[in-house]
């Protein structure tokens, strides 16, 4: 890790550690909206890292988007910063001025794609994209629609479309979005080959990991410490074998999807990283489950009330290992994947992988 990634990494567990409390968190679940994370957050340039310099970005890597993203998810941050960074991203590979405010992204769907055309009036969207992040709070949706054929990125502006409030097991927005020929903000030329229809997907996949990771080691932290503290029969519970080896193979599988995670977002940095992706959102997942459990098994009773504080990360660990296609959608995409190449190319294929 560069000493400016070192500061990076810092500069924003510290401002999570102040500004997210258990207070902002409750207030956001009943819809209020955290002004004063969101403003502190945009003002110290965390919200547009992969913006380029000259669009106003700070010009970072995706490895060093890992880092704002990995701590969003640890401090369990009720904001859509992880689609503003991805929305901001395409605004500015695509061509188009980046929008201000907080941003969110639309998932184009095979059941209902979107779709935008071109008539007199202008430029249009029509499809459905249900469970989309923060929808009625965002200032503008981006998203990649197809233009007859073509892949172009679309920015719609708040309030597009006909919206259905609806939230996750978190309780953080993920509302159903309606539009029938509704008027689009701003277009893009049409894409190159490396867009396909499913980028929102894809690279929603890579943020959502990076927050599972994050809010995997906050629940392995929490349940550490809660263990060394606890006391049962004149010791603490940490002195037991079953909850040290439920710990220390929570602790093991963490390593492990935080490896996988940061090697997808490497692989984001050199291109093509559709394999690594798909590898960490699967390790990511079932390592969610899994942390899930062992941090309920570990506080017993006290970790299901809502007084405590377990239940801000296990909810968000069964709600964001489903979004962006679950583990199970991605090992089957793997599966199809390696069937294609054949059985000889497989060796290769899982050794000369760069990490």
Do not use: C
């Not at 309606?178 to 996949?205: C, M, W």
């Amino acid at each position: 890790m560069s000493e400016l990634t070192e500061i990076l990494k810092e500069t924003v567990h510290r401002l999570f550690s102040e500004l997210v409390t258990r207070k902002l968190q409750e207030n956001a679940e009943v819809g209020k909206w955290p002004d004063g994370l969101w403003d502190t957050i945009a003002e110290n340039g965390l919200i547009h890292p992969l913006v380029s310099d000259k669009n106003g970005g700070a010009g970072a890597s995706f490895s060093d988007t890992y880092e704002i993203i990995f701590a969003a998810g640890y401090h369990a941050a009720p904001l859509p910063l992880p689609e503003t960074i991805l929305a901001s991203w395409l605004a500015d590979i695509s061509g188009i001025q980046i929008p201000k405010g907080p941003l969110t992204v639309l998932e184009s769907r095979n059941n209902s794609p979107l779709k935008i055309r071109q008539d007199t009036g202008g430029w249009s969207m029509t499809g459905t994209a249900p469970r989309t992040p923060w929808g009625k709070s965002a200032k503008y949706l981006v998203t990649v629609a197809d233009a007859g054929g073509e892949l172009r990125v679309a920015i719609l502006e708040e309030n597009s479309g006909e919206i259905t409030s609806d939230t996750n097991m978190a309780r953080e927005p993920r509302d159903l979005i309606h539009l029938d020929q509704t008027p689009v903000a701003a277009v893009s030329n049409p894409l190159g080959y490396e867009f396909t229809r499913d980028t929102i997907r894809l690279y929603g996949a890579l943020f959502r990991s990076a927050q599972l990771t994050g809010a995997v080691q906050r629940v392995l932290d929490i349940s550490t410490k809660y263990a060394l503290e606890r006391e049962a029969f004149g010791r603490t519970i940490s002195k037991f074998q079953a909850i040290q080896h439920q710990l220390a193979s929570l602790a093991a599988h963490t390593a492990q999807a935080t490896m996988a995670t940061e090697t997808a977002f490497r692989a984001a940095d050199r291109g093509d990283a559709r394999f690594e992706i798909a590898v960490a959102k699967i390790i990511a997942g079932q390592t969610a489950t899994q942390a899930a459990e062992t941090g309920h098994q570990v506080h017993a009773a006290i970790g299901f009330t809502y007084e405590h504080m377990l239940n801000f990360f296990t909810r968000r660990l069964w709600s964001w290992r489903a979004e962006y296609g679950s583990d199970s959608q991605w090992a089957e995409e793997l599966g199809r994947r390696a069937a294609g190449r054949g059985a000889e190319m497989l060796w290769s294929d899982l050794t000369e992988q760069q990490v």
